[in-house]
């Protein structure tokens, strides 16, 4: 990786800070490409690339030689187009009425997820192109949520000229259990594909994403597609978790309170202190993606240290009794950091106490970190969101 560029966006406001590690980005995706060798390796940047700034993120994977990117709405693959000049970019959520003419303006690929997408691709490539324009066919085998249901891809197989007027560049389906290795449901699905692209003997087929890649070889097809576990996502609970953390979440601390009378804490008093505590107030809540079901459950960190948090989560502040700490040689103070998800907790931690998953954790982050980047194409220091 050249040197990197530090780029500072001026100073930012913003109290807590969110550490975004691009190189670890990229040895993650090295990292799944060796492994679904010979298959060739995509990678999925929806919803901001799982939250984590799509720009940059595909710029850094583009640098490892990713040239496939998938996103799930057309306005996605309209502002990745900007910084991705040249590699083909899929577009999962189908083809809408009318957009056809921005798909071709900016040389997305829909992916066709029914009968009805099909006709209209085709029909708008025979009226404006003399070269074919290229798409995927997506086949539901066991999501019932995009994709031709089993009576469309009969349909289809037996009318292959209803594709006639746009080169079919990639058949696809998605699993539904892949994190479930055992599962009965991936030998199932990987059954039905294998069926269906016989009647696509030309074509690139791809099954898996991220948990899918670890599944084995039968499951890996022509390509594979894998988005969570290039931000640092376990693909399963069977082994411990061969990813590079990629993100860093400190929360700020605003005030530190001694609590030695009878007192509650926060919305609801949910948590009553009997003995002398100390509290810290820390800048994060809720609306940055620190999940409420968190309350009276969760846990901060200072080095290896576990603080819990106690009350509720609020809008904006979650309070943390840090009297563990009473005695430190060096006491916390205001404007000093505490970890929220770091070396000691990682994402899908955090998730497993917030009885969701990492998906959802990376996704619900928010627009007010100071958002720092290491490593990738630059460095970059901004606040909020990315540009
Ligand atoms: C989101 C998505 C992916 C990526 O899934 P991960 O589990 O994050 O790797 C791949 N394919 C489809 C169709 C998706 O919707």
New binding site residues.
């Given amino acids: 990786m050249t040197m990197a560029i530090l780029e500072e966006t001026g100073a930012s406001l913003a109290a807590s800070l969110l550490t975004i590690d691009l190189d670890a980005i990229g040895d993650n995706y090295r990292l799944l490409a060796t492994l679904a060798h010979p298959a060739q390796c995509a990678a ?1 940047v ?1 919803a901001d690339a799982y939250g984590l700034g799509a720009r940059l993120v595909a710029q850094t994977l583009a640098q490892q030689g990713c040239d496939t990117f ?1 996103v799930a709405h057309l306005e996605e693959g309209v502002e990745l187009r900007s910084v991705l000049p040249s590699s083909d970019i899929y577009v ?1 959520n189908g083809l809408l009425p009318s957009e056809e003419a921005v798909f071709n303006a900016h040389h997305l690929r829909p992916v066709l997820n029914d009968l009805g997408q099909i006709e209209r691709w085709s029909q708008y490539c025979s009226s404006i192109a003399d070269t074919p324009l290229p798409a995927a066919v997506q086949m539901d085998t066991g999501m019932a949520r995009l994709g031709l249901p089993l009576s469309e891809k009969a349909t289809l197989i037996a009318q292959p000229d209803l594709m006639s007027g746009f080169e079919l560049a990639l058949v696809m389906s ?1 699993l539904a259990c892949a994190d479930t290795p055992e599962h009965p449901m991936n030998q199932a699905q990987q059954c039905e594909f294998s069926t269906a692209i016989k009647h696509f003997p030309n074509t690139q087929a791809s099954l898996a ?3 899918g890649i670890f599944l084995g070889p039968d499951w890996r097809f022509d390509m594979v ?5 290039l931000y640092g996502v376990k693909p399963n609970d069977l082994s411990p978790n061969p990813m590079a953390q990629v993100i860093n979440l400190q929360g700020k601390i605003l005030q530190i309170q001694n609590v030695d009378t009878p007192r509650t804490v926060g919305y609801g008093a949910t948590h009553r202190i009997g003995k002398s505590t100390r509290i810290a107030t820390i800048a994060a809540g809720y609306a940055d993606g620190f999940l409420r079901f968190l309350s009276n459950l969760g846990t901060a960190h200072v080095g290896e240290i576990a603080l819990p948090i106690i009350g509720r989560v609020s809008m904006d502040l979650i309070t943390v009794d840090i009297s563990k700490l009473d005695g430190a040689t060096t006491p916390l103070r205001p404007g000093d950091f505490v970890d929220l998800i770091g070396p000691h907790q990682d994402v899908d931690t955090i998730a497993a106490d917030a009885g969701t998953i990492g ?1 959802e954790i990376l996704t619900s982050l928010g627009n007010r970190y100071q958002r720092r980047y290491i490593g990738g194409p630059t460095v970059k220091i901004t606040t909020g969101a990315p540009a």
């Fill in positions: 999925v929806k998938f999962l998605h994403a991220s948990s597609r894998p988005g969570a576990c998906y």
